[in-house]
């Protein structure tokens, strides 16, 4: 069994990214060669999403099996809980471990559009505590990985309220956590500071998202709910018209952001780089 834990006791940041199935299958046939390009980059391990409710979950099983067995890399896969029965969960995961994938990213998953009030607040698992508790009830064997908010999840009534929650989460069997992604590290080191405060010292890998275009920093804000600090706007007025400049300050911008975490001594870096395996390269490059 690979454990991705075992990663973080080898005194070194941990360098990760996240790769996503593509929406159009045009695009889902280049995915192949990009994860190949990842290979050669060498991250620790690369992390697959799955869709709410399993909507992209074909895809997202044949992207994790080639990127695991094909490309040689580590791979974490994304389950989320919305949509999931316990049956079709322990089908799911039995799926995985076919493949060989030993390491779960637990989430409860956005809603998806279709599913009615009822089927929403019915379901087995209302949070991803749930699932990972069912996980290590059935005794099944995957390393658990968890996410963590440095601004809170968009739900939770407060910042103390989200920190208890990802407290729980490690109780019932998380082994590690991911941070959704910030562009003032402060942010994270605060929720550190809260998450020791109440005993939970599992290792955090932070996430970071280089902004390389101006579109792209107004749908990032919207779904993760982080601020934009005075920098980074200063970056996006100056050079969002010009797709080369913004591009290059973005990833500089993100780099800096990476470099002072690593000098901090962070557990782990989490890129979320677009499925762009050249943008893992110049981030890597530039940290290790």
Known sequence: MS????????????????????????EFANIYSKL????????????????AGGSNAGKAVEIADYAKNKAELEVVSHITSVGFSREKLTQGLDRFKQIGIDNILVLRGDRPKAMTDEQFNSRDFLHASDMAHFIREKGMDFTLLGACYPHKHPEALN??????????????????????????????YRLKDKLYALGVKTPISAGIMPVTS?????TTVTLSGTTVPEELSSIISKHGDNPEEMRKYGIEYAIKQALDLKNKGVDGLHFYIMNKPELAKELMDAVK
């Not at 910042?159 to 994270?188: A, H, P």
């Open 3 to 26: 454990s991705i834990k075992e990663l973080y006791n080898k005194g070194k940041t941990v360098l990760s990214c996240e790769i996503y199935p593509p929406k159009k299958e045009d």
């Open 214 to 218: 101006a579109k792209q920093l107004g």
């Open 159 to 188: 910042e103390d309220e989200d920190v208890k929650n990802t407290k729980v989460k490690v109780q019932c069997g998380c082994d590690v956590l991911i941070s959704q992604l910030f562009f003032e590290n402060e942010y994270f």
């Open 36 to 51: 190949d390009r990842l290979a050669e980059i060498k991250p620790d391990f690369v992390s697959v999403t799955y869709g």
